[in-house]
């Protein structure tokens, strides 16, 4: 203690050039880039156009990422992909939106009624812990092997995530703003939409993410176990013909379409959540 | 109900959490518009005999009866404004939105908001504003509902000193423009003879001392028959010497 307090006036009374500012070790990340999430990907992408462009990838092992353009635009041209991305994103598509609703009216259902939590969340924990692939002969024996099948495994595979999520955002509620909707006299419809609504958001978003990724890995899943149509399907029948380059498409799709889909969420999450001040801003 | 309508009447008032009985058949009657203070040491039941009145001790056993005014608002220690929700937004919670009365409910928030100094902050986010102005803000709240009676639960505890001299004025001038019935609930004894003109003492939950206070405001903190009343009430609560007050009670 004196130690200190001793070389704090040590130092003042010295004739080294003073600093105004004191030096505090800095714990936030600092400044925003631009562009941030972008320049990982893009950096990946310029490394393996080096490693193809200089030889050191082999083309059967990791085709370089011209030919996997080529190759898309080879199948755009003749008719193939195009039919099977439509499919695929409809089935992505209807999976999530049925997902989505189910998982939050479940949350809702739970989070806010004793009676629906006794019903309801123990039964989602157990179904969390089924395997998705585990659930597939089951559900073609009870759906068949069509449409009706694929969008419901998407839908399981997307409603856990936000249930989980938007649970955890709603018993985060801090009590003393029931409290307070009490004391206001507010009816529960307006307790729902300017108290539970607003404050389960981060955690509605945080599962809302989750989801969309579900979604895209419960798509692949459904679509190389049976499917005739779809880009998963498309990628199996290239892979048994030995077309590395198409297998590669297929899984850059896929990528883009989780990096597109995680940016929209994001930035819908930025707006309606513009209120908070975190570490990320 | 009530025949003094606006005031507040207690009768038999018990409540306890399991065991232990916090509140013991507690009678209490406040005329239409006078200003109360309710002192007691932690624990001593002040708090549980707010909420109680407030209604929202849902989980707490007990029976007696209570008759209050419609307009009741409540002012907490924290300023608990919804943090996704602006400064405006804050204080229009639970008032009417659509048509005449939207708009005149919108006007009223305004003008509350005015009344506490927090005007041209109406578009602020709640983690914008000061200690302070977020406490003030939560008055604006309470204002705009125009309580017939208002519940105050230590509503200067978390501030500073210098703010908390503010907001004793501003609660003063704002119980006098608008005249609710007020039970302000404090540790703080220096408080309560400054602002109230009646302070209960509440000593493990019965009422140990029920002093008016007949002084003229505005009040000064230095004027010696207010020192007089408050050695009146730390003698009732036990106390000796009065700095250790805040530090045993808080």
């Known amino acids: ?281 | 109900m009530a025949a003094d309508v606006g005031g507040l009447t207690v009768r038999a008032l018990t409540r306890g959490f399991g065991e232990r009985t916090v509140l013991h058949g507690v009678d209490l009657e406040i005329p239409r518009g006078q200003f109360v203070a309710l002192v007691g040491r932690s624990g001593s039941g002040k708090s549980t005999l707010l909420r109680a009145i407030a209604g929202i001790d849902h989980e707490v056993e007990g029976r007696g009866e209570i008759v209050a005014p419609d307009r009741v608002s409540v002012v907490f220690q924290d300023s608990r404004l919804l943090p996704w929700r602006r400064v405006l937004a804050n204080v229009l919670l639970g008032l009417p939105r659509r048509g005449t009365e939207g708009r005149a409910a919108a006007d009223r928030a305004r003008a509350a908001l005015a009344e506490v100094g927090l005007a041209g902050r109406e578009d602020a986010w709640p983690n914008q504003l000061s200690g302070g102005e977020a406490q003030r803000a939560a008055l604006a709240r309470s204002l705009a509902r125009e309580p017939e009676l208002l519940l105050a639960d230590e509503p200067f505890g978390a501030l500073d000193a210098l703010t908390r001299i503010k907001m004793h004025t501003l609660l003063r001038e704002l119980w006098e423009r608008h005249g609710p019935t007020v039970l302000l609930v404090t540790h703080d004894v220096d408080e309560a003879v400054l602002l109230a003109d009646r302070v209960l003492v509440l000593e493990e939950g019965r009422f140990g001392l029920d002093l008016p206070i007949d002084l003229p405001h505005p009040r000064s903190a230095r004027d010696e028959r207010l020192a007089a009343y408050r050695d009146r009430l730390l003698t009732a609560l036990g106390v000796e010497y009065e700095p250790a007050l805040e530090e045993v009670a808080s």
């Open chain 1, 1 to 281: 203690m004196s130690d200190t307090a001793l070389d704090i006036r040590l130092n003042t009374t010295s004739d080294t050039q003073p600093d105004t500012r004191r030096r505090v070790r800095r714990l936030g990340p600092g400044k925003r880039i631009p562009f941030t999430r972008g320049i990982g990907p893009l950096l990946l992408i310029g490394v393996w156009s080096l490693g193809s462009a200089a030889g050191r990838l082999d083309p059967r092992i990791l085709p370089a990422p011209w030919s996997v353009v080529h190759t898309g635009w080879q199948l755009w041209q003749s008719g193939t992909l195009g039919p099977d991305l439509a499919i695929s994103l409809q089935r992505a598509s209807e999976g999530f939106a049925i997902g989505l609703t189910a998982g939050v009216v479940l949350a809702l259902l739970a989070g806010l009624s004793r009676v629906g939590a006794a019903i309801i969340d123990g039964n989602v924990q157990i179904n969390r812990a089924l395997p998705i692939l585990g659930m597939i002969p089951l559900f073609i024996l009870w759906l068949g092997i069509g449409e009706t099948f694929k969008i419901s495994i998407i839908a399981i595979a997307v409603y856990i995530p936000i249930y989980i999520n938007l649970s955890a955002g709603l018993s985060a509620i801090d009590r003393r703003f029931v409290e307070l909707a009490e004391t206001l006299g507010l009816s529960r419809w307006e307790f729902l939409r300017q108290v539970v609504v607003p404050g389960a958001l981060p955690g509605f978003f945080t599962g809302l993410r989750l989801g969309v990724t579900s979604a895209w890995l419960a798509l692949v899943v459904v679509e190389e176990v049976n499917a005739t149509s779809g880009l998963g399907y498309l990628m199996y029948q290239q892979a048994t013909y030995g077309l590395i380059d198409s297998v590669v498409l297929g899984l850059v799709i896929y990528g883009i379409w989780g990096f597109a889909s995680d940016f929209v969420v994001r930035l819908i999450e930025r707006r309606v959540l513009s209120w908070r001040q975190t570490l990320a801003d």
